[in-house]
Nanobody, 130 residues
Framework: QLQLVESGGGLVQPGGSLRLSCEVSGPSPNYYAVGWFRQAPGKEREGVSCIDNRGDSTYYLGRVAGRFTISRDSAKNTVFLQMNNLQPEDTGIYYC???????????????????????WGQGTQVNVST
């Protein structure tokens, strides 16, 4: 019964910043690897950034690398996604998802469609527009 709740989405102008939060609750919340996924209208869902259960191994989608930063605060059971220099193509619904650490590389969670996380949040809308 792991629960994930996203927050921090909203409307921002190109070049602006947002910080998304994902609060994880339930048994052993820091046992799980966590990923951020997004889906734009008419497009398939893609993995944006993922972080392992220890918080020392991360992965970024190529087109967001250098602009986005993922981190986690174990004391708060929360995973963050800092998004800087946002562009219109970053628009979409952002979901956080948790998975048991059943892979050797964190990039598998983000980059491999077969590695479907077990738990998902409800999503938070990010709109980048003038």
């Amino acid at each position: 019964q792991l629960q994930l709740v996203e927050s921090g989405g909203g409307l921002v102008q190109p070049g602006g910043s947002l910080r998304l939060s994902c609060e994880v609750s339930g048994p052993s919340p820091n046992y799980y690897a966590v990923g951020w996924f997004r889906q734009a209208p008419g497009k398939e869902r893609e993995g944006v950034s993922c972080i392992d259960n220890r918080g020392d191994s991360t992965y970024y989608l190529g087109r967001v690398a250098g602009r986005f930063t993922i981190s986690r605060d174990s004391a708060k059971n929360t995973v963050f996604l800092q998004m800087n220099n946002l562009q219109p193509e970053d628009t979409g619904i952002y979901y956080c998802a948790a998975s048991r650490p059943r892979f050797t590389e964190i990039r598998v969670l983000c980059d491999l469609p077969e590695a479907v996380p077990e738990y998902w949040g409800q999503g938070t809308q990010v709109n980048v527009s003038t």
